[in-house]
């Protein structure tokens, strides 16, 4: 959507310029369109990325947040559709029709680039996900505060006593209906882009919250940015594979659960994404 304002604010822009100066009446409009086109452009674009420093500055990841913010939801939505839209990200989906249509859910997908999130808040943006991320995202420039501001709970997998608060906390988050919580539960994205064990004790939040697990799977979001460096698009393929409900989640373990959503998706990727010869932690 901004870059399609973007692109048409500036096509208006370059042909009222070749009008005022009479470009049409000569071969002028051959360089007047395509430069006063590429400038305006720019410069719009250096607006938006002015207007998001702005909007980002007075936030304080800091101090704790209560509540989903609509206004930063919106906000990465439009950034993050411009941005998928300028390194030739299509997103193809399957099976999204499963998606719980009334209630909150836990999400859980694997985990191969840093635009994994970016994928699933495009593709489901009604749902309000927050996701479970390590702490250096907090200190990411601009996107650290965005996730802030969107109830995204940084975990400490270091330290159980600290990952145990984020867990309670994205619990409640769930039972008060301010968010669904999206967790990628290999804990790291995978650099050999295979499917690793899990650290089931995140499926702990949806027994304790009594809500339904969402299982995914995503592929290709690694090769995005080598392609756009050679000039190709890249179709990211994003799989719901089926929705597991809160009843089916009693009386059985984490890492019972772990195990079942592990093998779901080692189904759908394939025995090539998948690393051989381990067992879930």
């Known amino acids: 959507m901004l870059l399609r304002i973007l692109t ?38 250096l607006l938006l990325f002015l207007f998001l420093l702005l909007a980002c500055a007075p936030v304080d990841v800091t101090k704790p947040r209560e509540a989903d913010s609509p206004f930063y939801r919106k906000l990465i939505e439009r950034y993050a559709e411009a941005a998928m839209s300028i390194i030739g990200v299509h997103i193809e989906t399957k099976g999204v029709e499963k998606l719980p249509k009334d209630g909150r859910f836990m999400l859980v997908c694997n985990h191969i680039s840093d635009l994994d ?12 996900l927050a996701f479970i991320s390590k702490q250096e995202n907090t200190r990411k420039f601009i996107i650290g505060k965005v996730m802030h501001m969107i109830l995204c709970q940084p975990i400490n997998r270091e330290n159980d006593r600290e990952a145990l608060k984020t867990i309670l906390k994205c619990i409640q988050i769930i039972k008060e209906d301010k968010a669904s919580i999206a967790v990628f539960p290999e804990g ?51 799989h719901l594979l089926d929705v597991i409900p809160a009843e089916e989640l009693k009386g059985v373990t984490a890492m019972e659960i772990g195990e079942r959503v592990h093998r779901m998706m080692a189904d759908d990727l394939g025995p090539d994404l998948v690393l051989q010869n381990t067992e879930n932690t």
């Open 8 to 45: 048409v604010l500036s096509a208006v822009v370059a042909v009222i310029t070749g009008i005022c100066s009479g470009s049409f009446a000569g071969l002028a409009w051959l360089w007047v369109l395509p430069v006063t086109f590429i400038g305006c452009w720019l410069g719009l674009f």
């Open 117 to 128: 999130p970016v994928v699933l808040l495009l593709t489901f943006r009604k749902s309000q």
């Open 188 to 238: 790291y994205t995978s650099r050999d882009r295979l499917l690793h064990p899990f650290r089931s004790g995140v499926f702990k939040i949806a027994q304790k919250a009594n809500v339904p697990i969402v299982v995914c799977t995503v592929q290709n979001t690694h090769k995005a940015f080598r392609n756009i460096a050679h000039l190709k698009s890249t179709d990211v393929k994003l």
